[in-house]
C-alpha cells in the first residue's frame, strides 16, 4: 500500500549548524534562574525549587538512538532538510545529547516549576514536598529557542531525563506514549485544532524501563501487569509551553509574599507570556494592568474555541487539568487523550478522568481552568481596583463565550449558516436550529452511533438514512447499547433527517448569499467533518509492531491522518473508515487506558 504525504517546500536549513544562528533563549535570558540551580545544568535529583523561572537541566541521552520518524510537514514549514532527521548531529541534540552542539546554540536545557489545579481546585497533594515547590517538568527538558522564518518556536524534549521536578520517576518516556503523541500532535494539526507539533521521534535499542500496563485483550479497568518497554525521546514544538499553572504558582507565592521577588516574579512571567504568545494583538507599550485585562480577554476567546473546536472533531484530553493547559490557547500534553468512537457524552480515555473532563464536559474544565487563569492576575491588579472589576467582567463572560462557540461549530458541523455573523437570525431560527440540535444528541446517545462517520455521511446530504446506518452500531457489549427498536430508530432518523433538510434549505438559512446548492454545502462540510480520525484501535498495533523495530504502520497512520478531510484511496477507507469492532469494546489500553507513559 502506498502513501503519499502532500508537496513540501524547498529546505534552508540543512544541518545544525545553519540553524545555530537563529537560537534566541529569551526565557532564560529574560527570567530569573533558580538561585540554587547548578551551574553546569548537573541537576537531576527531586528537590525544592523556592523561586526563579527555570531551571537550567542537561538532558539525558538515551542509549544507542534510532530513527522513527519526523515530521515532514512540520520540516517544510520550519524550512528544514528532511535528510537533516536521521543526520549525526541533529539525531544527537534530538535524542538527549547536547554536547556537542554549535555554537551560540547553548549546551543545557531548561525545565520549568508550575502548580496544580483540578477542576477549579487547587492541589499540592502531587508535590511529594507537600509545598508545591517540587512540581513541574519531571522529564521535559527544553533545549532549543529559534526564531524561524520570523516566528519563535521553542523545542522541548519528552523523556529528556530527569529534573529537579522528577518527583523520583525515571524521567523517561516509552516508545508507546511518544508515538501516540507524536502522531497525534500532527494530527490535530491537519484537523486544524490549535496544538503543539511534533517534530522528531527516536527510540533506544537498547534501554528500556518498566511501565504497567495491559495483558493483551484484558478486561481490567486499571494495568494488570509491568512491562518493560524501549525508552524514546520525542521532541514537541511551540511558541511557549507556558501554562495556566505556571501562572498559578508565581501567584500562590505572590499571594503570601513568599519571598522578596515573589510579586516581581508573578508579573514577569505574565509580561514574557504576553510577548511570547500575543505579541501581534496586545500593544506593547501600554501600562501592565491594561496588558493584563487584554491577556485574559485574548485568552478567554483562544481558549473557547480551542475547545469547541476538541468538541468538532471528537477529541477528549482526558485530564485538562490547569497544568496541562497551554497560556497559548492550543491542546498540549497528550496523555491520556482518545477521540471519539461511539458517541458518549461521558465519553473519557482516561481511567483516572471522572466525568468532570470527560468529553461533553470539557467546557465546563476550560471555564474552571480559566477561573484558574484570571486568579492568578488578580495580585498584579491589587492596586487598581478598575482594572479588577473588568478582569471579574472577562472572566464571567467565559460562559456566553464558551457557548456560543459551541453554537457555532454545532451549526457548522450541520452545515448551517445560522449563527454565522452575517446572519441576522430570528427567533424562530434560534428556536429551530436549538430544536434539531438537542433532538440529533438525544438520537445519538439512544442509538449507538459513531461520532466522526455519522457527522462524515451527514455531509453529503444523503436522500434517505441508508448511508448514516454506516455508523450505527450493533452487536456491541450489552452494557454499552441501547434496547431501543431499531425500526423505532430508523422512524425517528428519518423525521429528523427531513427536518434538518428543512432547515438546511431555507430561506432564512441563506438569507446572507444567494441559495446554496446541495454541493456547495457539502463540499463546506466536509471541510468541517473529517473522514479520518486516530483512533486508539489503528494507533496499539503501530506502537506493538514499533516496539520490534518495524515502523511501517507509524509511517502509514502519519500519512494517512496528516489528510483527515481527504478522499484518499479505497484501500485506506476499507481500513481506517471503519466503525470500531465489537471485540475492542472495554478492552484496556484500547478503550480505555491508564496515564502510564
Given amino acids: 500500500m502506498t502513501y503519499t504525504l502532500p508537496q513540501q517546500n524547498a529546505a534552508t536549513i540543512s544541518t545544525l549548524n545553519d540553524l545555530a544562528p537563529l537560537a534566541n533563549y529569551s526565557l532564560v535570558d529574560t527570567l530569573n534562574c533558580d538561585p540554587d540551580a547548578t551551574q553546569n545544568g548537573v541537576d537531576h535529583g527531586p528537590r525544592q525549587v523556592f523561586s526563579g523561572h527555570y531551571v537550567p537541566v542537561n538532558p539525558t541521552p538515551i542509549q544507542d538512538p534510532e530513527y522513527v520518524a519526523h515530521s515532514q510537514t512540520f520540516f517544510s514549514e520550519l524550512g528544514f532538510s528532511d535528510n537533516m532527521a536521521q543526520s549525526a548531529d541533529f539525531m544527537r541534540l534530538f535524542s538527549g545529547d547536547t554536547s556537542q552542539v554549535p555554537p551560540p546554540m547553548r549546551k543545557t536545557g531548561w525545565a520549568t516549576g508550575y502548580a496544580l489545579s483540578i477542576y477549579g481546585t487547587e492541589y499540592i497533594q502531587q508535590c511529594p514536598f507537600q509545598t508545591g515547590n517540587g512540581y513541574g517538568d519531571g522529564r521535559a527538558i527544553s533545549v532549543l529557542e529559534a526564531v524561524i522564518n520570523g516566528k519563535r518556536w521553542e523545542m522541548q524534549l519528552k523523556g529528556g531525563g530527569q529534573t529537579p521536578y522528577c518527583r523520583g520517576a525515571d524521567g523517561r518516556a516509552v516508545l508507546r506514549s511518544s508515538i501516540r503523541e507524536f502522531l497525534a500532535q500532527e494530527h490535530m494539526h491537519a484537523l486544524g485544532v490549535p496544538t503543539s507539533r511534533s517534530l522528531s521521534l527516536y527510540v533506544s535499542k537498547t534501554e528500556t524501563v518498566q511501565r504497567p500496563w495491559y495483558s493483551p485483550g484484558s478486561l481490567s479497568h486499571n494495568p494488570d501487569r509491568y512491562i518493560y518497554e524501549p525508552t524514546a525521546i520525542s521532541t514537541r514544538v511551540a511558541p511557549s509551553f507556558l501554562r495556566v499553572g505556571q501562572l498559578e504558582l508565581f501567584a500562590r507565592r505572590a499571594r503570601v509574599n513568599q519571598h522578596p521577588k515573589a510579586l516581581e516574579e508573578l508579573e514577569k512571567i505574565v509580561l514574557h507570556a504576553i510577548d511570547r504568545e500575543y505579541p501581534d494583538v496586545i500593544d506593547t507599550l501600554l501600562p501592565t494592568p491594561d496588558k493584563v485585562v487584554l491577556l485574559a480577554r485574548e485568552f478567554q476567546g483562544r481558549l473557547a474555541s480551542l475547545v469547541a473546536n476538541w468538541i468538532r472533531v471528537g477529541f477528549c484530553q482526558g485530564n485538562f487539568n490547569s497544568d496541562n493547559c497551554a497560556v497559548g490557547g492550543f491542546t498540549l500534553d497528550y496523555g491520556p487523550f482518545g477521540f471519539c468512537d461511539m458517541f458518549q457524552p461521558y465519553y473519557q480515555p482516561w481511567t483516572g478522568g471522572g466525568r468532570h473532563f470527560s468529553f461533553m464536559n470539557q467546557p465546563n474544565a476550560a471555564q474552571k481552568n480559566f477561573e484558574m487563569f484570571c486568579s492568578a492576575l488578580r495580585p498584579l491588579l491589587a492596586a ?54 438537542s433532538e440529533l444528541l438525544t438520537l445519538m446517545q439512544q442509538t449507538p452511533v459513531d461520532y466522526t462517520i455519522f457527522f462524515r455521511e451527514l455531509s453529503s446530504i444523503p436522500k434517505d438514512i441508508s448511508p448514516l446506518q454506516k455508523s450505527f452500531y450493533q452487536n456491541i457489549p450489552q452494557n454499552t447499547a441501547n434496547d431501543a427498536d431499531p425500526a423505532l430508530w430508523d422512524k425517528h432518523w428519518t423525521q429528523w433527517l427531513e427536518n434538518w433538510k428543512t432547515l438546511l434549505f431555507s430561506a432564512s438559512n441563506n438569507n446572507a448569499t444567494l441559495p446554496r446548492s446541495s454541493d456547495e454545502i457539502s463540499k463546506q462540510m466536509k471541510k468541517v467533518n473529517p473522514k479520518y480520525i486516530l483512533r486508539e484501535w489503528f494507533v496499539a498495533p503501530a506502537y506493538q509492531q514499533a516496539s520490534s523495530g518495524d515502523y511501517t504502520l507509524v509511517q502509514e497512520l502519519q500519512a494517512v491522518m496528516t489528510q483527515p478531510y481527504e478522499e484518499q484511496s479505497k484501500l485506506v477507507e476499507d481500513k481506517y473508515y471503519r466503525l470500531k469492532p465489537a471485540e475492542y469494546f472495554e478492552v484496556g489500553g484500547v478503550s480505555h487506558l491508564s496515564c502510564s507513559s
Fill in 384 to 437: 487598581h481596583q478598575d482594572h479588577l472589576r473588568a478582569l471579574d467582567q472577562v472572566q464571567n463572560e467565559f460562559p456566553k463565550v464558551m457557548n456560543k462557540q459551541m453554537k457555532t461549530i454545532w451549526a457548522a458541523k450541520l452545515g448551517l449558516s445560522i449563527l454565522a455573523e452575517d446572519v441576522d437570525n430570528t427567533e424562530a431560527d434560534e428556536a429551530a436550529f436549538n430544536t434539531l440540535l
